[in-house]
């Protein structure tokens, strides 16, 4: 399999849930935001460069502190909702990807961002670019919104897992598929080895979500897998997800979230 070109087609997938990714995805926390402002030192007023803004999840919080953000996304159509979502805001969202973005030549970033699309970036130029875009000082910072199984956890999601294996779809027993609060993969080693950036600050945070069942589908229905799975496959699966929610009586779903900010200063 060809892993770039598998990588390529997975991220352009993200179009086809551009009319409901802003509602179905989760918010990120504040205490996030409030972190990664502290971490990479910066003031109501500094340029922010974003990676695959998609809708807008992290961009919208950042310009309502007051920052001003440019955009580059993929995807045209999760551009255009993004432009919508971010309407009265000093953003600019440019389309195209961020390998071949090209900045201004008079214009440095503060910071260079990115919330669930930094692995998305071709890993072989996305260090080199973000440097290149920031301004000596500045920082690069990136989290995923990943799931999370703490003890006590809602038992749904391995009980599910009978019927993604029935379609060829479960979980791998040789990974770590099962994380725990605190257990995502850090990403140190990788941004040092860069040679381009200092690690200056790593944490984690994970919070919960409740989904009534619509809610739970159209949130599969952002996931790359999902959207990419042959459609007998996803018919199954999410007839059998609604018939195990439904017969629940609260009708729902707790899944728990967990990310890791990584925020590191550009080396001169």
Avoid at 86 to 103: A, H, Q, Y
Avoid at 107 to 133: C, G, H, M, S
Wanted: glycine share 6%.
């Amino acid at each position: 399999m060809n892993l770039k070109k598998d990588n390529k087609i997975l991220r352009k997938s993200f179009e086809q849930s551009a009319s409901y990714y802003q509602r179905a995805r989760p918010d990120y926390p504040e205490e996030l935001f409030d972190e990664l402002i502290q971490a990479a030192n910066l003031h109501a007023g500094d340029h922010l460069l974003e990676v695959g803004c998609a809708t807008g999840k992290a961009t919208l919080p950042l310009a309502r502190l007051g920052f001003k953000i440019t955009c580059v996304e993929l995807g045209a159509e999760l551009a255009i909702v993004a432009r919508q979502n971010l309407v009265g805001m000093d953003v600019d969202v440019i389309t195209g990807s961020f390998e071949d973005w090209r900045p201004e030549m008079e214009k440095e970033f503060d910071l260079v961002f990115a919330a669930t699309a930094w692995k998305w970036v071709d890993p072989e130029v996305r260090y080199i670019k973000a440097w290149q875009a920031l301004r000596p000082g500045g920082h690069l910072a990136f989290w995923n919104a990943d799931h999370v199984f703490p003890e006590g956890g809602d038992p749904f999601f391995r009980e599910i897992q009978t019927v993604y294996y029935e379609i060829g779809e479960g979980k791998s027993v040789e990974h770590n598929e099962w994380p725990r609060p605190g257990e995502l993969h850090e990403q140190r080693y990788e941004i040092e080895k860069s040679g381009l950036f200092e690690v200056v600050h790593v944490r984690h945070f994970d919070w919960e979500r409740i989904y009534h069942v619509d809610e739970y589908i159209k949130l599969l229905e952002t996931f790359s897998g999902h959207i990419l799975m042959e459609e007998w496959k996803r018919d199954k699966l999410f007839n059998e997800i609604r018939i195990r929610l439904n017969s629940r009586p609260e009708k729902s779903v707790r899944r728990h979230w967990g990310a890791v900010l990584h925020v590191a200063l550009r080396k001169d």
